[in-house]
């Protein structure tokens, strides 16, 4: 499974790829908002420290308008993949720009009607939120399933990019299920590496080593 850090936060960005676990980046409006940078500026910060796909959406809600949002942001890395809403209009859009070659990541997934639809279109991720379905008392991990099995069924090759993520569970589960990617606010990509047994392993190997008088170097 792929590892993304959703986060628009270049501090956090540049600290998981330090770690040597990340394969991607996922933005969305409000992530962006909360930076107060220029949108054009963030992504070129973005590419020059992640060599993986990063996703960056759109805000207009009509096809043109998606259309030429797109084109301006695939034009500026070639890792950039434009996200684009699952509404009637951004699946028309996403037909346009598969046929073009640009990589689309359709976010704001709720349903398996809506990522069959995302398959049919030719979209490249489908972004299925966890959290916010879980948080209305609907399984989030259940439509991470169905969407799977329903892809595997006709050989769709769109990838299922697990979002909404809230807790390091949401990442096992989806990683049990068969997700392609997963991506992953900063918090919880950190609370991955925890677990207390390691750390109090770890304190009694170096405690036990300082009395020992043999040393390696
Ligand atoms: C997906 O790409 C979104 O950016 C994100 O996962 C939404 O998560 P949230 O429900 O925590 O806002």
Partial sequence: M???IDSANIHEIREAASMGILDGVTTNPSLVAKEGKNFRQLLDEIVQVVDGPISAEVV???KDGILREARELAKIHENIV???????EGLKA???LSEEGINTNVTLCFSPTQALLTAKAG???VSPFIGRLDDISIDGMELIRQIIGIYQNYGYTTQVLAASIRHPLHVVQAALAGADVCTIPFKIIDQMFQHPLTASG???????WKKNESKLV
């Fill in 2 to 4: 792929k590892i993304f």
């Fill in 60 to 62: 207009s809600i009509d």
């Fill in 82 to 88: 434009v996200k684009i809403p699952l509404i009637k």
């Fill in 94 to 96: 996403v037909r346009v």
């Fill in 123 to 125: 979209g490249t991720y």
């Fill in 202 to 208: 770890l304190e009694t190997f170096l405690n036990d």
